[in-house]
């Protein structure tokens, strides 16, 4: 009989077949596999949701005027119409004006607080500022 279709490797085929095939196994193995797929697409969409809203927060707030209290009109109407780069641009345009050199005769410190010196509206009114 080796060498026909109904020979002994045909029949061990069959008893394999037989004891792997057991239905409730079948059902668990896909409910694990309908599973995973959700579990891999919900945290692919959590992924890209948090790395979106993380990229987006430093543009608003670096939009925002970090100071709340202005001691000038010029800072404070620049702040309102277009933010912190509203008023860096103000402040250029201040500086050019008025020859001022350097943005450290009033500021002890830069970006991203811009910290004054104590005397820097005292300066900035003596150069014309409002």
Do not use: W
Not at 30 to 50: D, E, H, M, N, P
Request: glycine residues 6%; aromatic residues 4%; proline residues 3%.
């Amino acid at each position: 009989m080796p060498g026909t279709a109904h020979g002994l490797n045909s029949r061990n085929r069959v008893a394999v077949e037989r004891s792997t095939r057991n239905p409730r196994i079948a059902i668990a193995m896909s409910k694990f596999g309908l599973i995973a797929s959700a579990l891999s697409i919900i945290g692919v969409l959590t992924v890209v949701s948090f790395s979106a809203t993380a990229d987006d927060a430093p543009a608003a707030a670096a939009t925002a005027c970090l100071h709340k209290e202005f001691k000038t009109e010029l800072v404070k109407s620049a702040c309102a119409k277009g933010g912190q780069a509203e008023a860096k641009n103000v402040m250029k345009a201040f500086m050019k004006e008025k020859k001022i050199k350097s943005c450290n005769v009033c500021h002890s410190k830069l970006a991203p607080k811009y910290d004054l010196k104590n005397d820097a509206l005292e300066q900035f009114q003596k150069a014309g500022g409002k």
